[in-house]
C-alpha cells in the first residue's frame, strides 16, 4: 500500500531478506516468478529474490523437448545454454519460461540391421511447432547405405544436402512409405513380363 518506492513498508506488509548476515528492508525489489517443475505444466511461482532469470528444456524442431532439463528459477546450468537448455530475463508475471506449444504428427522411419544389411521400416512420433510444416523423410531406396543416409530418423528434413541425392523429403503425414522388402517391386515385374507375353500371343 506504499504510495512510491520511498521510505519504510506500510504497516505488515514489510518483506526481509539476509544478506551478509544483516537484515535488510527488501520491500523495494519484487522476486521475479518462473515456472518449475519436470513438464512445465504448474503455474508460475515466486523464485528466491537473487533470481533473474528462468530457464526451461530446449525445444528441438521435429524432436521434442531435450531430456533431463527441468523448468526452474535462474539460469540454465553449465555448458547447457542453447544446447538443451534456454533461459529468458524474470519477471514478476505469469514466467518467461512457459511451455511452449507444440504439434504431434506421424511419419515413418527406417533403423538399419547390421546383420541382414537392411532396413525395416516403424512408425514414429514427430515433434513441430504449430507454425513449423509437417516434413517427414527416407532413403533414397532400400539400397542407400547408412553412410550416405545419415538422418537419425524420418521426422523433418532430410540431414545436410542429401536431399534428392540420398535423401527424400515429403510433406504429409505417414508420406515417407519406402518399399523395404522389395515384394512390390516384384510383382510388378511380374505382371510387366506376363502382360508382354499376351502381346505376344495376340500378335
Known amino acids: 500500500t506504499n504510495t512510491n518506492g520511498c521510505g519504510p513498508c506500510a504497516g505488515a506488509t514489510k518483506r526481509q531478506k539476509v544478506v551478509n548476515n544483516v537484515t535488510k528492508d527488501s520491500c523495494n525489489k519484487m522476486p521475479i516468478k518462473c515456472v518449475q517443475g519436470a513438464d512445465g505444466s504448474a503455474a508460475a511461482t515466486e523464485c528466491d529474490a537473487s533470481a533473474t532469470k528462468c530457464s526451461m528444456p530446449k525445444f528441438i524442431e521435429y524432436t521434442g523437448f531435450s531430456k533431463g532439463v527441468s523448468y526452474a528459477c535462474g539460469a540454465c546450468a553449465a555448458n547447457t545454454k542453447d544446447k538443451t537448455c534456454e533461459e529468458c530475463a524474470g519477471t514478476t508475471g505469469d514466467g518467461c519460461n512457459k511451455a511452449i506449444k507444440t504439434e ?3 511419419c515413418y522411419t527406417y533403423p538399419f540391421n547390421t546383420t541382414s544389411k537392411k532396413y ?4 514414429t512420433t514427430c515433434k513441430r511447432l504449430p507454425t513449423s510444416s509437417v516434413i517427414c523423410n527416407m532413403p533414397a531406396t532400400k539400397e542407400t547405405g547408412t553412410d550416405k543416409y545419415t538422418n537419425a530418423n524420418g521426422c523433418g528434413a532430410c540431414a545436410g544436402d542429401t536431399k534428392n541425392k540420398t535423401c527424400q523429403e515429403c510433406t504429409k503425414a505417414l508420406c515417407n512409405k ?4 522389395g515384394t512390390a517391386h516384384l510383382y510388378t515385374t511380374c505382371l510387366f513380363v506376363q502382360l508382354l507375353a499376351l502381346i ?4
Open 200 to 203: 505376344y500371343i495376340i500378335l
Open 104 to 106: 504431434d504428427f506421424k
Open 178 to 181: 519406402l518399399d523395404v522388402s
Open 120 to 123: 525395416s521400416q516403424e512408425n
